[in-house]
């Protein structure tokens, strides 16, 4: 079983930055993948960046040189850092986890992000 704890969500203004972390407890296998996911009122889920274990990244093209994914294996945890955010990117933000081998992925509860115009 796997815990994800997110923090780092709240309300800010166009143009600033939040910094999301996200920290996994239990039985975390060696390979996998964590990310963040955003879904917004009356939208589907979207994947916002995943990273690797070993460190690849991806991004949505909507997110682009203004966020960056980054973790800390030893720690298990993930972060999201987010700069230039625009009002489009509010939404509530889940953290990730893939394991490796169909162990299974697991959620977050979600932090709320808003940016106000």
């Known amino acids: 079983q796997v815990q994800l704890v997110e923090s780092g969500g709240g309300l800010v203004q166009a143009g600033g930055s939040l910094r999301l972390s996200c920290a996994a407890s239990?039985?975390?296998?060696?390979?996998?993948?964590m990310g963040w996911y955003r879904q917004a009122p009356g939208k589907q889920r979207e994947a916002v960046a995943t990273?690797?274990?070993?460190?690849?990244?991806n991004y949505a093209d909507s997110v682009k040189g203004r966020f960056t994914i980054s973790r800390d294996n030893a720690k298990n945890t993930v972060y999201l850092q987010m700069n230039s955010l625009k009002p489009e990117d509010t939404a509530v933000y889940y953290c990730?986890?893939?394991?490796?081998w169909g162990l299974g992925q697991y959620w977050g509860q979600g932090t709320q992000v808003t940016v106000s115009s």
């Open positions: 239990g039985s975390i296998s060696s390979g996998n993948v």
């Open positions: 990273i690797r274990s070993v460190g690849t990244t």
């Open positions: 990730n986890v893939v394991l490796p």
